[in-house]
């Protein structure tokens, strides 16, 4: 039983690190798009909050995405006076996604995503020896 634990405990992580890479990937492909005109927001950044969830079933703790929240933090500034939207002054708002952090974040997410494949690949491997021993 304890072996299944494993096995759903790595699942709802995979799981959790799928969606974020998701959102990653989003905010990448957003990270130069500008807003149509001065009066409206470029893209906001995303990010993935977790929480555990208690399966009473199994006795386990399960990670799951809580919520998918905007980051309010200030968009960036960039003048170009001949752009659509730019403002009286001459600036485009740009989306507050940078690449690099998305990049590191995406690592993160994709070894996260890797530990808990290992996780249950073991967990597989030890099930399938502990079969053969019965037999």
């Known amino acids: 039983m ?3 634990k494993s096995l759903m ?3 709802s992580g995979m799981r959790a690190q799928s969606v974020r ?3 990653i990937s989003e905010n990448l492909a ?3 798009s500008v807003a149509p005109s001065p009066n409206v927001d470029p893209y906001r950044r995303k ?3 977790f929480e555990n969830e208690m399966d ?3 006795g386990v703790d399960l990670l799951k995405v809580d919520k998918i929240e905007q980051d309010h ?3 960036e500034r960039k003048y170009d006076p001949g752009h659509p939207a730019a403002d009286k002054n001459g600036y485009v708002r740009m989306p507050n996604v940078n690449p690099f952090v998305e990049m590191m974040d995406m690592r993160q997410a994709q070894r996260s995503y890797e530990a808990n494949l290992t996780m249950i690949e073991t967990a597989k491997s030890m099930l399938s020896k502990t079969v053969g021993i019965l037999r």
Request: no cysteine; proline share 0%; net charge positive.
């Open 30 to 32: 957003n990270a130069n």
């Open 21 to 23: 890479m998701r959102v």
């Open 9 to 11: 405990v790595s699942a």
């Open 47 to 49: 990010v993935v909050t």
């Open 56 to 58: 009473n079933q199994l």
């Open 73 to 75: 933090s200030k968009f």
């Open 2 to 4: 304890d072996l299944l």
